[in-house]
């Protein structure tokens, strides 16, 4: 478990939890109750929505990528707040750095979770030597943008996306 110190009153507790097989079912739910399938995973062709077969690319998705391979790619975590999942944050190495991702169910946007994730993946990534954090957003995801400069993120912006970059 990775606590996270609970701000004021009016604000979550967050905790990231290391995924593994039965939290990758709770994380399925959540994003199914609370997100858009292109905001959580790679495209898959078909109808819109939550459909069988996202669901099951979902779940391929992350076992493909930390639970279920001897070579992770990312180190992945489930988001509570207060005590439901409510997202996902991820860390991968990368030649620059390692890279930080995440995403929050629509109930949890606005009330702090991103950021208290962020900052929790900061201090993961510092605690395992990285110098460098690394993200990546488009210029049109104004929240994340702003969560990320409030983390002391460095933002690069052009056209069709924005970097940020925060020194640890």
């Known amino acids: ?3 996270m110190a609970k701000l004021d009153a009016d604000r979550p507790e967050v905790l990231l ?22 905001e959580v995973m ?7 929505g939550w459909t069988a077969e996202r669901r099951r690319a979902f779940l391929d998705f ?8 001897e070579q992770p790619v990312e180190e992945t975590f489930v988001i509570y707040a207060d005590g439901r999942a409510a997202g996902a944050a991820r860390l991968e190495g990368t030649w620059a750095g390692v890279e930080a991702g995440l995403w ?8 702090g979770v991103g950021g208290a994730a962020v900052r ?10 990285h110098q460098r954090l690394i993200a990546a957003t488009t210029p049109g995801n104004t929240a994340a943008r702003r969560l990320l400069a409030a983390a ?5 912006a052009t056209d069709t996306s924005v970097q940020a970059v925060i020194e640890l």
Do not use: N, W, Y
């Open 1 to 3: 478990m990775l606590p």
């Open 17 to 38: 939890r290391p995924l593994d097989e039965p939290r990758l079912a709770e994380l399925l739910d959540a994003a199914v109750a609370g997100a858009e399938p292109d």
């Open 42 to 48: 790679p495209p898959v062709p078909g109808p819109p």
């Open 62 to 69: 992350h076992r493909s990528r930390s639970i279920g391979t």
């Open 104 to 111: 929050v169910t629509r109930g949890q946007r606005g009330r």
């Open 120 to 129: 929790r993946l900061r201090e993961l990534a510092a605690e395992r030597g």
């Open 152 to 156: 002391g993120a460095h933002l690069v």
